[in-house]
């Protein structure tokens, strides 16, 4: 991988760290857009019903918020070895997060069989997570 393509590579990764952060800091506040109450939002999001207070989505803002800045790093060959191992951590997690919505998708895994969850899975979270979990896991092993 070339220098400008690890960059741009680096740069569209930590955009979508950062505005997924930046979204879980934002129902950290109470408020549920794109979904009507915490329920609907916890059934599209999850496809289940699970909390989306502060307790549960600050730490997860401050993981992918955390992840952007050290993909960011290791894409302008900064910060050495720790975001280097951060940015394999998030191919990692978006590859499993992608594997598991195939599971999903295929029946392999338990999951609502209607509703907006099972539409979202395999038309944006399932094939971002793929997509962006191959970008992360090339520009980790680039040096």
Do not use: I, K, Q
């Not at 505005?19 to 950290?28: F, T």
């Not at 800045?69 to 940015?87: E, F, I, Q, Y």
């Not at 907006?116 to 092993?141: E, H, K, S």
Request: with cysteine; net charge positive.
């Amino acid at each position: 991988m070339n220098g400008s393509t690890r960059r741009r590579t680096g740069r569209a990764l930590a955009a979508l760290l950062a505005a997924d952060g930046l979204v879980h800091l934002y129902w950290a506040t109470g408020l549920t857009w794109p979904a009507p109450d915490e329920r609907a939002l916890s059934l599209a999001v999850l496809g289940s019903e699970v909390s989306f207070g502060p307790p549960v989505v600050l730490p997860l803002a401050a993981l992918t918020l955390t992840g952007a800045a050290a993909v960011l790093a290791h894409a302008h060959g900064r910060a050495g070895r720790p975001a280097r191992l951060v940015t394999a951590a998030v191919a990692a997690g978006l590859a499993v997060r992608g594997l598991a919505g195939l599971g999903w998708a295929a029946g392999l895994l338990s999951a609502p069989a209607d509703g907006p969850f099972r539409t979202l899975n395999l038309a944006l979270y399932t094939p971002a997570c793929l997509g962006f979990g191959w970008a992360a896991a090339r520009l980790a092993r680039a040096r």
